[in-house]
């Protein structure tokens, strides 16, 4: 499976972004997926996933309330909707595949992942 990552950019603090991941040489309504960020120094933490049916999501307690995950089995897209955004959101945005149909937290659960797209916000 290939993902591709699209959406980050530079926005302001309280700002929205949408990212997309478009996924491609498998069937991706199989598996569930996920959204993990890296920030600048720190290691690589989770931020939402979802079932492969979208009928079930988990957010990062640093995520809820701000950030939504969807997917679209039809355009084989998941999206992180993310909004009220911080300065501390700045990373760059990861895609992943996970092994599992349910909506997984740990990176480890994951197998394919996208090259990332960066979201930068500006105080």
């Known amino acids: 499976v290939q993902l591709q990552a699209s959406g980050g950019g530079l926005v302001q603090a309280g700002g929205s972004l949408r990212l997309s991941c478009a996924a491609s040489?498998?069937?991706?309504?199989?598996?569930?997926m996920g959204w993990f960020r890296q920030a600048p120094g720190k290691g690589r933490e989770f931020v939402a996933s979802?079932?492969?049916?979208?009928?079930?999501?988990a957010h990062a307690d640093s995520a809820k309330g701000r950030f939504t995950i969807s997917r679209d089995n039809a355009k084989n897209t998941v999206y992180l909707q993310m909004n009220s955004l911080k300065p501390e959101d700045t990373a760059v945005y990861y895609c992943?595949?996970?092994?599992?149909?349910?909506?997984?937290?740990?990176?480890?659960?994951?197998?394919?992942w996208g090259q990332g797209t960066l979201v930068t916000v500006s105080s």
């Open positions: 992943a595949k996970s092994f599992f149909e349910l909506a997984a937290t740990r990176a480890t659960n994951f197998d394919s």
């Open positions: 040489g498998g069937t991706f309504s199989s598996y569930g």
């Open positions: 979802i079932s492969r049916s979208g009928g079930a999501t």
